[in-house]
């Protein structure tokens, strides 16, 4: 209500009382405050007389002060006797603050033990935003940490940690700044010193993909976080650490620690005077991949060394690739390396907008992007194997099947001509020798055996059979699932075009059948195929998790279980003929090729494969392979983004891992230069 | 508490004593008033819970020092005693003096008023302006502490002289337009609170000298209109701002606690949860949360009762309300027995201001009168109002003394 009222009310009752009591008091009344009115005195003193004016008005004065205190003393029962508990509550509250703490983030560690991602104690130097308005005080900041004013500048008005929150200028600032800062607060108002818990990574940026990032949390986790807080007991605050990308991201719930909470008495200023109880932070788990960090680093090598190799032998283009490399009885994942790669510990405190979008520009080859799991690309030859099984299942070919190639198909009509990788051709070929050589006449004739036929979509079912257009289930965010085209996806993607071009032509079946045009895999998506090969139908589905320790008992807690994603049926004789191709590949359609496999021990079976792209770009190359081939264990693939050959550029970062698995490394110097595809 | 009753006790001092006295009568027939020993010369009565109060608010002070650094019990010590000196000289010093020095004692309190102004005698602390810093000495007072007790001093004299009716109007107004000097002049301090205690009280002797109701009553509601219009016109914006914004936000707060300009409304909350959360026993010396861990602002010195409160509980405010009655009372009970009417306004005064002051004080903890500056009698930290105070008990003690029919 407003107070010039209530006086007014105020005034308006003392106003009304006044002149009633002087209405009704005319006369030369005085104060007597007697209650005995008339009543004669003892004394026989006179109504009248000065004695019994004062005697009364004395009573007045009795009454003045009886009320007061008989007023003080009522409401005093009343705060400290019947509210007293309610008060009291006020008063607890008034001195006790919650105060959360943090609990320790779990590392990742290796399948060996060997730590990934860890915590390190940090000083950090946070400014509140409104510093920038102080040129004063960023040159003095600037100054003492030793950094370009303008460097300081940009941190501070840098919003990615939120508008509102402090920004963090410096990260593992030394004690001296620290103690330099502190000593002359009243230069550095608004700016602070803060301990923080840092991830930490032991191994630079090895397994940057597989790890991710982290970062402080977004609106939606942290709307998550509150909606799923009964479940999981996570509840995150502004600037607390949250994994945003790869293993950090997928095992979140894992990785964070649940909050601890410590009651502490502070004065009026928030100074804590003392502890009261505490409820302890619970550190996150650890978590143990099935990466092997020695495979892991040749993996990572071997496409910085292929990517090398391919630019000194002239194309300046290649920049990108990716490499993986999976246990086929389990599906753990021994490897997974994507080129160009970054550094997570620049996300450490917050990532800059400038070094935001350098991660994520296509000129710089998009280092943040996982390119075994989301890098889409025609698979090329290798996806052959498959055309194979088709072919044997839906009765287009058979295992006698013969083919000429004369390197030059024109089994569609001399105006629907298609070449052979080998111009030359060649020659009389079988269907086991079509996936040696990689003849994509023989593959042709499939092709058009399939458009002829009565399932012009065998090929697409056994595509997608063997789990292409799908994602595998990798436990990471942002897989991609490939695209396997058909007739019914052509009509409705090509909206634009007449009705003949949106329309399956026998083209496009010839190019699916060598794995050309529409179709796309990714390297995660190839390497589970060929694992599936090696097995003889049953892929493991891929995964990164080994098992969950906690940082306390020693041990894992949990053990990831290996479960079969995808079971497939081919027959025996089919599955013998192509694992058979697959090891003629390595060892007999190139000499220079088999020169670096016939220096390992184990038997490998592979395929390379060279995809074409639109014609400004150099095609993609792929190489994917297993070993032993008589008792596989592992499958590896690798594809290099406009790397040409398969054979001159994945293939090297193959045989690096396989030589870092058996400690068998590669001593050819052969290059292949036969072309072969 | 028998003491300031008619009807006390079988050989009370009711109607007897109190005619024995008015007659003249020189026997000393009434049990009070002919005491032997020490309380021929010293009024227990009043004096005994008046000691009691001054040690309790010690070991309050005490108990502030321990959490408080501004507290010193050292200088609260210091205070306690020079006001028992300055009260031993007013209870040797013949009071009926005073009643003839009307002019003399209107003259020191406008000096002591106007002194803070004087260059090399003004002090400001907290904001108020009127220190006085003795040169020299160094030591500094808030004369409108002593002011207090000089202003009821003058009006007693003035009121005396009707001995118990004022006839006419003229009068009347000669009384309340003295009153409003020493008044307006602790306005300039500026100190209304201080101001509002020496208006209360020496009303209050007006009141008892015999002035009639009606222009009392006429009186009042001009001055309640007055400060109606003061609080309006400063609170719109273009007319002349007579309170100062704090005194206005006091205000404001008081009526509505919710809002909080400039902290009141804070202080008001934290005072009430001091006294509150004291409960029935209190949390004990030095276990106060809110008075020793900073929540109640001036915890030793305005808002010293809600520290004691929150220490002490229910049994220590009742104990002090307790005391306070007791030495309230028996100064009424004495005024009720003397015979000069000098006396008995003097003690109508001091009285006055006892009880308004604990009514503003305590009031103000509890969130029945608005915040003002006001110290709780012999309790708050702080040596003027402590002296000023102790100097009203050898007021007191002296007008026992100085009783014409006894020893």
């Known amino acids: ?677 | 508490m028998a003491l300031f009753s008619r009807d006390a006790g079988p050989e009370g001092i009711g109607e007897k004593a109190h005619t024995t006295f008015s007659r003249g009568a020189g026997s000393a027939r009434g049990p009070k008033m002919s005491a032997t020993g020490i309380s021929q010369i010293l009024y227990l009565p009043q004096l005994v819970p008046t000691l009691l109060l001054v040690a309790y608010g010690s070991l309050i002070i005490w108990s502030a020092s321990l959490t408080i650094a501004e507290a010193s019990f050292t200088r609260q010590l210091v205070g306690i005693a020079l006001g028992l000196v300055a009260a031993y000289a007013m209870w040797v010093y013949d009071y009926r003096t005073l009643a003839n020095m009307s002019t003399a004692l209107l003259v020191a309190a406008a000096l002591l008023m106007i002194l803070p102004k004087v260059p090399g005698f003004g002090y400001s602390a907290k904001g108020i302006t009127g220190w006085v810093r003795i040169p020299i000495i160094g030591l500094r007072f808030q004369p409108s502490e002593p002011a207090k007790l000089v202003t009821i001093l003058l009006m007693a004299s003035l009121g005396a002289q009707y001995n118990g009716r004022i006839e006419t109007l003229r009068d009347y107004l000669k009384l309340c337009g003295i009153l409003t000097i020493p008044f307006l002049l602790i306005l300039t301090q500026p100190d209304l609170g201080t101001g509002l205690i020496v208006l209360v009280a020496g009303a209050a002797i007006i009141i008892c000298a015999g002035a009639p109701r009606s222009w009392v009553l006429v009186t009042i509601g001009v001055v309640v209109l007055g400060a109606t219009m003061v609080v309006v016109t400063s609170m719109t914006p273009g007319l002349p701002h007579v309170l100062k914004q704090y005194q206005l936000n006091r205000l404001i707060v008081f009526v509505d606690p919710s809002v909080d300009p400039s902290n009141n409304g804070y202080n008001l909350q934290q005072a009430k949860i001091a006294v509150g959360s004291g409960g029935f026993f209190g949390k004990g010396i030095g276990n106060a949360t809110q008075s020793g861990s900073g929540f109640l602002p001036e915890a030793h010195t305005d808002f010293i009762f809600a520290l004691m409160a929150e220490e002490f509980g229910f049994v220590g405010s009742t104990v002090l309300l307790g005391l306070f009655g007791a030495m309230i009372f028996a100064s009424i009970s004495l005024a009720q027995r003397v015979d000069s009417p000098f006396a008995k306004l003097v003690l109508v005064g001091i009285v006055t201001m006892w009880s308004f002051q604990l009514l503003q004080n305590v009031g103000m903890c509890i969130g029945l009168m608005p915040i003002t500056g006001i110290p709780l009698p012999f309790i708050s930290f702080g040596s003027s109002s402590m002296i000023a105070q102790l100097m009203s008990v050898g007021m007191v003690q002296s007008i026992w003394r100085h009783r014409p029919k006894a020893a």
């Not at chain 1, 950094?147 to 963090?168: H, L, W």
């Not at chain 1, 040696?436 to 593959?443: I, L």
């Not at chain 1, 694992?531 to 020693?554: F, Y």
């Open chain 1, 1 to 677: 209500m407003n107070p010039i009222v209530v006086i007014a009310i105020l005034l308006a009752i003392v106003l009304v009382t006044l002149v009633l009591l002087v209405l009704v008091n005319r006369g030369e009344a005085r104060f007597t405050f007697d209650i005995g009115g008339q009543a004669p005195r003892a004394s026989g003193g006179g109504d009248n007389s000065a004695e019994k004016g004062f005697k009364t008005r004395l009573t007045g004065l009795s009454i003045f002060s009886g009320s007061i205190i008989g007023v003080l003393f009522a409401r005093l029962w009343a705060m400290q006797l019947v509210s007293a508990d309610e008060y009291a509550q006020q008063a607890e509250l008034n001195r006790t603050r919650t105060i959360s703490t943090v609990a320790p983030r779990g590392r990742i560690l290796d399948r060996n033990g060997i730590e990934l991602v860890t915590n390190r104690p940090s000083l950090v130097v946070v400014a509140s935003p409104d510093v920038i308005d102080d040129e004063v005080k960023i040159q003095h900041l600037a100054n003492v940490l030793g950094m370009p004013p303008m460097a300081v500048r940009r941190k501070i008005q840098d919003q990615t940690e939120g508008a509102q929150s402090q920004r963090t200028v410096a990260v593992d600032v030394s004690r001296r700044m620290v103690a330099y800062i502190d000593e002359h607060q009243y230069l550095f108002e608004g700016i602070h010193v803060e301990e923080r818990v840092q991830r930490h990574y032991p191994q630079g940026t090895t397994c940057a993909h597989v790890i991710g990032y982290t970062g402080s949390p977004t609106q939606e986790q942290l709307k998550a976080a509150e909606e799923q807080a009964s479940d999981t007991g996570i509840s995150y605050e502004s600037g607390d650490t949250v994994g945003q990308a790869g293993i950090e991201y997928q095992y979140e719930s894992v990785l964070q620690g649940v909050r601890g909470e410590q009651t502490v008495y502070v004065d009026a200023d928030g100074n804590v005077l003392d502890y009261a109880s505490s409820i302890d932070a619970q550190s996150g788990s650890d978590v143990i991949l099935t990466i092997d960090s020695k495979v892991q680093q040749a993996a990572e090598q071997g496409l910085v060394d292929a990517i090398e190799r391919v630019r000194k032998a002239g194309n300046q283009v290649c920049n990108s690739g990716s490499a993986v490399c999976i246990d086929v009885t389990n599906g753990d994942v021994i490897a997974l390396a994507s080129y160009p790669t970054f550094s997570p510990s620049d996300f450490v405190g917050g990532i800059s907008n400038d070094d935001w979008e350098m991660l994520s520009s296509e000129e710089a080859g998009n280092p943040l992007m996982n390119r075994v799991i989301a890098g889409q690309y025609p698979s090329a030859s290798t996806i052959k194997p498959l055309s194979t099984f088709a072919a044997l299942n839906y009765g287009i070919a058979t295992s006698e099947s013969q083919y000429v190639c004369s390197g030059y198909w024109t089994g569609f009509g001399e105006a629907y001509g298609q070449y052979c990788w080998n111009h030359d051709g060649h020659g009389g070929v079988d269907l086991r020798q079509g996936i040696v050589y990689s003849c994509d006449t023989v593959f042709y004739e499939i092709g058009k055996g399939f458009f002829n036929s009565d399932n012009p979509e065998g090929l697409q079912e056994t595509y997608r059979r063997w789990g292409l257009g799908k994602a595998t289930g990798i436990d990471l965010p942002a897989e991609s699932e490939g695209r396997v085209p058909d007739a019914e996806w052509k009509w409705s993607y090509f909206t634009q075009a007449d009705d003949y071009a949106r329309s399956w032509q026998g083209g496009d079946t010839t190019n699916l059948v060598i794995g050309q045009g529409d179709l796309l895999v990714t390297p995660l998506q190839m390497a589970c195929v060929y694992a599936g090969i090696a097995t003889r139908g049953k892929i493991m589905r891929p995964h990164l998790l080994k098992g969950v320790a906690t940082r306390t008992g020693g041990g894992t807690v949990i053990d990831y279980e290996s479960e079969v994603a995808l079971t497939v049926e081919e027959q025996d004789a089919s599955l013998d003929l192509v694992q058979s191709g697959l090891q003629g590949v390595i060892y007999e359609e190139s000499e220079a090729q088999a020169s670096h496999f016939t220096n390992m021990k184990e038997l490998v079976a592979g395929k390379t494969g060279t995809a074409e792209r639109a014609s400004d770009r150099e095609p993609t190359g792929w190489f994917v392979a297993y070993l032993p081939a008589d008792n596989p264990r592992y499958v590896v693939a690798s594809c290099i983004e406009q790397g040409g050959y398969g054979s001159e550029s994945a293939m090297y970062v193959v045989r690096d891992i396989m030589g870092a698995i058996y400690d068998e490394p590669d001593t050819s110097n052969a290059i292949d230069t036969s072309g072969v595809r």
